[in-house]
Each structure stands twice: as structure tokens, then as C-alpha cells.
């Protein structure tokens, strides 16, 4: 070891010599008492390896106690898979584990991590997208487009869009969270809009007054009466002296006018009445 080295350096040449002659230990032991006990020490020795990979997952959405065990579980895998009669230096093992604990890491991620899950192919694409995202930052000095994003990996823009969409899934964000743009720092569950009739009905009541307003005197009192008031057609009919066919008829034809009017959006438009309605229903 040159006299420059640093602690640091050395000890991780003193863990990769320590783990080679453990290695060949398991190799040859014979007893499978003898040959767990050697691989629990190769394990117990690379832990610090473990824990490092499994601190660049930190922050998005697992817990950190889980990732380690998953680590754990990928090196212990890793140590009773290698084969020392296939290395040719004292790092292959290393060079081994590393992405045996990272892909075990990144399949936990896939299967368990997504509090809502995409699919398979945008699960696979995400990790190449946020490499690619660091990669072109550096080179270009500041955040990178989709559009850059998707010409560099080769892949559709819409895909990487709905990939970046969805950067955040791991781990929501919790609703006790300070609103940071909020002067008086409310958390983020107060600016949570609650479910309200009203509310849903605005739009709904804007849409429809242009329409309302073109329909004549009698057409209007009809759908006043009709969905305002609650009446029904026999009673609508009594009131203006007409037979209850004609306020049928005067109603459907009423109705279509209005939808034609708004446009394809009036399908989905209730009158407070139909509204009320159908929550009873």
C-alpha cells in the first residue's frame, strides 16, 4: 500500500483481502454449519457496503429500516451466490454485490413502494429518466426539458411527461405539511378544498344562465317551475292551463335546446333538482 494511502483506503483493502480469504473459506468448507457461520461473517463485514447503496434510496417514501433489510438480504444473497474461483482480484466481490444490492432495491421499489401504481413499463422508465435528468443538468447547467430528457434515452416524449408526472408517488406529501407559499404557514390540509353541493354546481349554474336567458318567457317559468320549485308536470300544466303531454313535450324539447346550446358538455349538466335527486337515489 503506498505510504499516501488514507485510513479510508486502507481499510477497504483490508475488508476486500479480509472477504477473499472468507470466500475461500466458504468455498472449501465442508460442514453447511461451518459454510452459514463464513457467509454470516462475509455478510457481517460488508454491512457498511449494504448500508451505503441502501442510503442513496433514502428519502423517497420507504422507510430507511426497511431498505436496509432489504440490503442485508441482497448482500447474504449475493455472498452465497459468488463464485471466488471466477475472480481475479480482491474487488470482484464488490463489484458483484453492488448490483445485486441495488437491483434488489429497486425491485422492492417497484413492488412495493408505489402508493399509486403505474405500470410496468413506466416503473422500468423512471430510474433511467431521474439519471438522465442529473446527467443532462450537469452538462447543461441547468434543468432539462422532457423534450431533452426523451431525445437523449431514445423514448416518446408523452411517455417521459407521464413518467415525470408521476415523480412523487413513492411518498406523498402529508397533509400536516407547512404550505410554504402560505405568509401565515397553514398546513396543507386546511387548503384542501371539502366536498361541497354548492360548489360542484357553480359551474354548472354559470353554464346554463347564457342558455336559460335565450329561452322565452314561458319555456323559462316551465323549467323554473319544474326543477326550481320541485313541481310536478300535472301540477305545471294546471298552473299555465295546459294538458300534461304538452309540458312533457315542452320539457324534452327544452332540454335538448340547452344541451345543444352548451355543447358536449351538457350531457354532464343536472339541474339542482335532478342534482338533489340522484344523491337520494
Not at 24 to 34: G, H, L, T
Not at 40 to 58: F, G, K, T
Not at 182 to 207: F, H, K, N, Y
Amino acid at each position: 500500500m503506498p505510504p499516501t494511502a488514507t485510513a479510508q483506503e486502507q481499510h477497504r483493502a483490508e475488508r476486500a483481502r479480509r472477504t477473499t480469504e472468507l470466500l475461500e473459506q466458504a468455498r472449501s468448507a465442508r460442514d453447511p454449519a461451518e459454510h452459514e457461520q463464513i457467509i454470516e461473517d462475509i455478510v457481517v463485514l460488508n454491512m457498511e457496503v449494504a448500508e451505503s447503496v441502501a442510503c442513496r434510496y433514502h428519502h423517497r417514501g420507504i422507510a430507511h429500516e426497511d431498505l436496509l433489510q432489504v440490503a442485508y438480504l441482497a448482500l447474504t444473497q449475493a455472498a452465497k451466490r459468488f463464485d471466488p474461483a471466477l475472480a481475479s482480484g480482491n474487488d470482484e466481490f464488490l463489484a458483484f454485490a453492488v448490483p445485486t444490492i441495488r437491483g434488489e432495491l429497486r425491485k422492492h421499489f417497484r413492488d412495493h413502494g408505489w402508493v399509486i401504481r403505474p405500470t410496468r413499463r413506466i416503473q422500468e422508465l423512471q430510474p433511467r429518466i431521474l439519471a438522465a435528468r442529473d446527467e443532462l443538468h450537469r452538462n447543461l447547467g441547468r434543468t432539462p426539458q422532457p423534450r431533452e430528457i426523451a431525445a437523449h434515452l431514445d423514448e416518446d416524449e408523452a411517455l417521459v411527461n407521464e413518467t415525470l408526472a408521476l415523480d412523487g408517488c413513492y411518498r406523498p406529501l402529508s397533509l400536516d405539511l407547512q404550505a410554504p407559499d402560505e405568509g401565515c404557514r397553514v398546513p396543507l390540509g386546511t387548503l384542501v378544498r371539502a366536498q361541497d353541493a354548492a360548489w360542484e354546481s357553480a359551474e354548472a349554474r354559470i353554464m346554463l344562465e347564457n342558455s336559460l336567458q335565450a329561452l322565452g318567457e314561458r319555456d323559462r317559468r316551465i323549467v323554473f317551475m319544474r326543477f326550481f320549485l320541485g313541481q310536478t308536470q300535472l301540477e305545471i300544466a294546471e298552473a299555465l292551463g295546459l294538458t300534461q303531454m304538452t309540458i312533457s313535450r315542452n320539457l324534452t324539447r327544452i332540454l335538448r335546446e340547452i344541451r345543444q346550446q352548451i355543447g358536449e358538455l351538457g350531457d354532464t349538466v343536472t339541474f339542482p333538482q335532478q342534482q338533489a335527486s340522484r344523491r337520494a337515489g
